[in-house]
């Protein structure tokens, strides 16, 4: 029965994908010599191991909504899931290089981007846990089939700046906000009314009419 494992190579920015999509590059490799491997049905769930890196200040002044205040982070600070992924490896025997696609968001709602969007420079820890199932030719020359445990891991540090590239890439000069349904509505309306052309001077306007009342 196979016995594998798993490394995480490398990580690019995928320029061409219909959303923003970091590229990861495993190498899998089987302990039972000579055996051949018909294929893979690899999950594999992502998780950012936050406790494994420091923190400037101002990076703790951003993930305070994620952690609360930094003398509350021997408490809070823990490990994030950031996604799960489906992969099939095809025929190998002994080792192999393959991708796995990562697709990812700019929606600021959700824990991963901003986590991600916190950080300054540096890496970002990330632990990749893997289950699934494996095809292989048994001694008889038989299919057979065996699970993946979820003992097996890898780590893999991924650069600050090669996320930041890829969100500059897909969205340059931007950034994804999400409202409510109702609260569009309002500012549509107001956008209207004051025949604004953009949402960037629709905002800008509300921001020094905010700033115009504080000043008073």
């Not at 594998?4 to 999509?21: I, M, N, Q, R």
């Not at 025997?93 to 986590?115: H, I, L, N, Q, R």
């Not at 969007?117 to 299919?143: C, H, K």
């Not at 097996?152 to 890439?169: C, G, I, S, Y």
Request: aromatic share 12%; with cysteine.
């Amino acid at each position: 029965m196979p016995d594998l494992d798993f490394e995480v190579e490398s990580a690019d920015v995928l320029p061409y994908a219909a959303v923003p999509t970091l590229l990861f590059r495993l190498g899998i490799t089987n302990a039972v010599e000579g055996e051949e491997v018909n294929s893979v049905s690899l999950r594999s769930q992502i998780r950012i191991a936050a406790t494994q890196r420091r923190y400037d200040p101002e990076e703790q002044g951003k993930l305070r909504e994620l952690f609360g205040e930094p003398h509350q982070w021997k408490d809070t600070l823990r490990s994030l899931l950031w996604t799960n992924t489906d992969t099939t490896v095809p025929r190998f025997s002994g080792g192999a290089v393959f991708e796995m696609p990562v697709t990812c968001t700019y929606d600021f709602d959700v824990v991963g981007t901003k986590y991600f969007a916190a950080l300054e420079d540096g890496e970002i820890p990330l632990e990749f846990l893997f289950s699934g199932t494996v095809f292989y030719r048994g001694e008889s020359g038989t299919l057979q089939v065996a699970r993946i445990s979820w003992e097996k891991e890898a780590q893999f540090r991924l650069p600050v700046a090669l996320w930041k590239e890829m969100m500059d890439h897909y969205f340059p000069n931007s950034a994804w906000l999400r409202v409510r349904k109702d609260t569009f509505d309002r500012l549509y309306e107001y956008r209207s009314r004051n025949a604004l052309l953009t949402w960037e001077r629709t905002l800008d306007d509300l921001l020094d009419v905010a700033d115009k009342e504080v000043e008073r």
